[in-house]
Every structure is written in structure tokens, then in C-alpha cells.
């Protein structure tokens, strides 16, 4: 059934996808709308960022500028105007073939803060995935918009608008992770991570590698072998002088052992300390007299 004549001209102009205030157009320009307030946000935390020496955190602000645009040409209609003024001082109404001149400046403009914004998202790998899929279904919307396959013009330019509302909303679900990446990255809450360690190369790889280059070169290159510290030789000597000096060290030791079995623990000893002090004075007297002998 003709729905447009059944609801009337107020009626026809809301489901009429093709119009400027239609709900399509409604629902278009409120996704944009959040989409240009999490690009705020985004702005608001990136900016705080201090290893952002460039300052391109400013890019969110134009991004969110130009959504916000968009948001506005969804429900009033701005491309069919800027058509106009541009092709009245141009002196031609289209740019090329079908393309006005409207797409050919959202391509120009959007292309440009796409890569912008891609670039900046690379890090995030799922908000730079997501934010790849919204741009092409742009481009799927332009082209059934100016080369519509199917016979009918009302369904092809519904296949285009609802395609243009996925965009949207694949466009809002990019942002909206990456806002999310950049608050915990914000907190300290990813996972750091580290550049991995180069395995060392042998000694033969690394000699190949230098022959290598001096074959490209022309140059001979000479590389000395290892240096290797030679220890030196013991004599028959320094063996007999470290033995007849050990000698009366061991003679030493044992004479301290037998003392410290027989008289008692060594003066100075933890266990000389908790003898009482008559003790200490009789093991002192008989030490004295053991040595006098």
C-alpha cells in the first residue's frame, strides 16, 4: 500500500526516508549527536596525556566539530544548500557526473579526520577495526545513493538510508571503545606492553654478517680473534712455602682446640661470657700456670 497517501502529507513527510525530517533523519542525527559528545570526552582525557608533546588531542575537537555538523544537515538538510551556493558561484552544478558537490566535500573532509583518527586510535585495535567498518559502510550508503541497483528509487534509497543509520551506529560503537581505552589507560589499567628481548647471535652469524657487508663494500675488514688471559704458571716452589706455612698454623689450631677442650671455652666467647666469674678467674689462673709451665 501507498503509505504516504494513506498518512497524509505530515505523515508521508515522516517515513519518507528521503526527506529531512523524517525518523530516519531523527535517528540519524541523534547517534551522531552522541557520537560528537564521546568525541568531547575523549578530548577531555587525552588531553591530559603527557607525552603528547604535538598537542594531537586537538584533532577530537574538529572531530567532534564536524560530527556535530553532520548531526545538523541530518534533520535540516545543509547539502542540498551548500549544492546550491557552491554550484551557483561555480558555474556548475555537479563535480563530476552524478557526484555533487556536498559528498564530494563529507569524502574530502571525512576522509581526512578518518585517518587522522585512525592513526590516533591505532592502539586500541578494536575501536580502529570498528571505526574502519563504519567507513565503509559510507561508502556503501554514497554509492547506493548515487548509483542505486535496484529498479524501484524508493527502495534503493531506503536500502541507502538504512545503511547510512548502521554507519551511525558502527561509527558511536567505535568511539565509544576507544573512550573506553583511553579512561583506563588514563587509570593505569592495561596491561604495559614490553618490547621483546633480542636473542643473542653466535659468534658465526655475527662474522658472516660482517663479511657480508664488507663484500658489498669493497673493504676488507680484519677482526682480531679473542684475547683470552693466560693464567700464570705455578712453580714447584710456592706448593712447599704454602705447606710449611700451613704447618704451624694447623699447629696453632690444635693447640687452641686442646686449650678450649681442656681449659674450658676461649676467653671472649659467647660461651666464656655466660661462665660466672668465679669460674672465669679459675680457668684464667690455670691458663696462666699451663703457660708458665
Known sequence: PDWIAAFGPAGGQMLDVTAAGSLAAWVSALLLGLAAACTVLIYGIRRHKMDDYRGRYRLWLWAAAGLLLASVDAVAGLRPAFDVVVGALSGRALLIGSLSWATAACFVIGGALGVRVAIDTWRSRGSTATLAGAGLLYAMAAWLAAAPVAADAMLAAMASSFVAS????????????????????????????????????????????????????????????????????QTEEQPAAAKSEDKPSAASSGKAAASTDDDGPAEGSPQWRKLPKSERRRLAKLRRESAAA
Open 166 to 233: 548502521l554507519a551511525h551506529l558502527t561509527l558511536l560503537l567505535g568511539l565509544m571503545l576507544y573512550a573506553r581505552y583511553v579512561l583506563l589507560e588514563a587509570r593505569g589499567r592495561l596491561r604495559v606492553r614490553r618490547p621483546r628481548k633480542k636473542k643473542a647471535k653466535p659468534a658465526a652469524d655475527a662474522v658472516a654478517e660482517v663479511n657480508a657487508a664488507a663484500g658489498s663494500t669493497g673493504r676488507k675488514i680484519k677482526i682480531d680473534p679473542p684475547h683470552y688471559k693466560k693464567a700464570a704458571p
